[in-house]
């Protein structure tokens, strides 16, 4: 049942961010608010970080993994009731304002790219399970925060990435 969840929930999660792409959308990145939980964060770098588009062609299932990558991919890159959201390879330019597009982190200028360079992070406390709360609020992150993630790799049976995280190290 966990790995039906975890493979649809990627699978879904990719779908969506290959369908979105420049939405008519006004706003500006969102901002974190209240506390932090450093139960999750990393007060140091973890080293070895691969970007998102090297591991997703190496890294193999339950592999331990260190992952550098851009929070993005679509519109709501953050998935809502988890601490989870998708991260893309720094590689990657993401689209402007100047560009027209409203909402940068959804990389609407680079969408053939993104597919081959995205990753889902999933915060998951001791026991492997997901952890039921906003990332943002958890993390105190926000669209395009340059993130490294530590974790085990989880494949699906399309070959799309997960990590199931247990430390973020927020760059920017």
């Known amino acids: 049942m966990k790995k039906e969840f975890f493979s ?19 706003g500006s990145p969102t901002t974190s608010t209240g506390k932090t939980d450093s139960t999750y964060l990393a007060s140091t770098e973890p080293t070895g970080a691969l970007p998102v588009g090297e591991a997703r062609g190496t890294s193999q299932d339950k592999q331990e993994v260190v992952l550098v990558g851009r929070i993005g991919g679509s519109s709501k890159p953050f998935i809502d009731g988890l601490a989870a959201f998708t991260i893309v390879d720094p590689k990657v330019p993401y689209c402007s304002e100047d560009e027209g597009c409203p909402t940068p982190w959804d990389y609407c200028c680079e969408q053939n ?19 039921s709360e906003d990332a943002r609020k958890l993390l ?33």
């Open 113 to 131: 790219q993104v597919k081959e360079n995205i990753a889902t992070v999933k915060v998951v406390n001791t026991e492997g399970k997901p952890v």
């Open 8 to 26: 649809l929930f990627g699978f879904a999660t990719l779908s969506a961010t290959l369908l979105i792409g420049c939405a008519d959308q006004s």
């Open 140 to 172: 105190g992150v926000k669209e395009l925060n340059m993130v490294v993630v530590h974790g085990t790799a989880q494949r699906d049976d399309d070959g799309n990435l997960s990590v199931l995280a247990d430390q973020i190290y927020v760059k920017e």
